[in-house]
């Protein structure tokens, strides 16, 4: 059974940074690719970036372009978001999923809070 736990949320000031991780349980080989999304209170979920585990191929979505980085370490299971420059609006719980083709999304984790302060 896929299992995704994320960590690395928290608060931080407007320009700081944080890094989350995103761990499946082993069963990597279920899906080819991984995906970090994100909701602020009030709005859609929105995806902001993806990884296609077997090649890296990386995809930003434009509120994540030149800010945020993509990757995983393969050893360890674990997909990792680092995000710089950090705006309130960046704001939300952000969940990490998994999929295959053009579904990133087919399992979710349960999230992690990062808060950006003004």
């Known amino acids: 059974l896929v299992r995704l736990v994320e960590s690395g949320g928290g608060s931080v000031q407007a320009g700081g940074s944080l890094r989350l991780s995103c761990a499946d349980s082993?069963?990597?080989?279920?899906?080819?690719?991984m995906g970090w999304f994100r909701q602020a209170p009030g709005k859609e979920r929105e995806a902001v970036a993806r990884?296609?585990?077997?090649?890296?191929?990386?995809y930003y979505a434009d509120v994540a372009q030149g800010r945020f980085t993509i990757s995983q370490d393969n050893d360890k299971n674990t997909v990792y978001l680092q995000m710089n420059s950090l705006k309130p609006e960046d704001t939300a719980m952000y969940y990490c999923?998994?999929?295959?083709?053009?579904?990133?999304?087919?399992?979710w984790g349960q999230g992690t809070q990062v808060t950006v302060s003004s």
């Open positions: 999923a998994a999929g295959n083709g053009g579904n990133c999304a087919i399992y």
């Open positions: 082993g069963f990597s080989f279920v899906y080819n690719c």
């Open positions: 990884i296609y585990t077997r090649d890296s191929t990386t």
